[in-house]
């Protein structure tokens, strides 16, 4: 079995000539010429653009996790120095201004 076969032409004029109303015929010849179809595409091009496509998403994957473990460590760093600020209820005054001098 070999691949798809391209059709007959159309014989436009044989089927005006057979036709009750020929305008009719015009009028389909009109819209199936004005079809446009997709160009076909090889399942090799096809591969070659989902490779690229994956490049691209692990590459912008890669920058996203180091991003990410960027802004774990800084947010880690934000937490550790609010964890040593914390006051409690049993936290004096004297222990505030000692801890934060800039509010003394």
């Known amino acids: ?12 004029p044989a089927y005006k000539a057979k ?4 305008e009719v015929v015009e009028y389909y010849e009109a819209a199936y ?4 179809f997709p160009a076909t595409v ?4 096809l591969a070659v653009e989902a490779e690229d496509s994956y490049k691209v998403a692990a590459s912008e994957a ?9 802004n774990i460590a800084r947010l880690e760093k934000e ?14 005054m004297q222990e505030v201004l000692e801890a ?5």
Do not use: C, H, Y
């Not at 010429?33 to 446009?36: D, E, R, S, T, W």
């Open 19 to 22: 036709a009750i109303a020929p």
């Open 33 to 36: 010429n004005a079809l446009q």
């Open 42 to 45: 090889s399942f090799a091009d």
């Open 62 to 70: 890669r920058d996203m996790i180091a991003n990410a473990k960027t």
């Open 79 to 92: 937490l550790a120095a609010m964890e040593a600020q914390r006051v409690t209820k049993d936290t004096s």
């Open 100 to 104: 934060n001098p800039d509010i003394a």
């Open 1 to 12: 079995t070999g691949g798809a076969k391209e059709a007959a032409p159309i014989d436009w």
